[in-house]
């Protein structure tokens, strides 16, 4: 699966969340972290998607896929609502964040292997004399 939707929904409920906490903290470097690690985690994934072999973990991205979902609904309906215990909260955030470094942990779980040097030149074959 090359999909880029999970992550960039990770993204955006993880962002919503940080920047709904932010004017109860006012902390600008936990705000600067909360906004740059899950956009580096999912442009990796990203990136790493179009090289992997395809339907690896397909099922793991598809329950990230539905999850994804889930959380940013739950955001905007919190958001939109005002409902404190969907917007803003750290624990939607979180799982977005641990959900978007399963997706990029997957995405390098998922490429190729490296293929070994068969002959002289490798390092497995003892030289015979």
Not at 29 to 44: R, S
Not at 68 to 77: E, H, N, P
Request: hydrophobic share 55%; proline share 6%; aromatic share 10%.
């Amino acid at each position: 699966m090359k999909s880029f939707v999970a992550p960039v929904l990770l993204v955006i409920t993880a962002l919503v969340q940080a920047m709904g906490i932010y004017p109860y903290v006012q902390d600008g470097i936990t705000l600067t972290g909360q906004l740059l690690f899950p956009i580096l985690f999912a442009l990796a994934a990203m990136y790493l998607a179009r090289k992997g072999r395809p339907g690896a973990f397909g099922t793991a991205h598809m329950v990230i896929l539905v999850l994804s979902v889930v959380l940013v609904v739950l955001s905007l309906v919190g958001m939109s609502q005002q409902l404190p215990y969907f917007y803003p909260t750290m624990i939607l955030y979180y799982i977005a964040f641990v959900l978007v470094a399963v997706e990029c942990a997957l995405r390098i779980a998922g490429l190729p292997k490296k293929s070994s040097a068969v002959g002289a030149e490798s390092d497995d074959v003892a030289p015979t004399h």
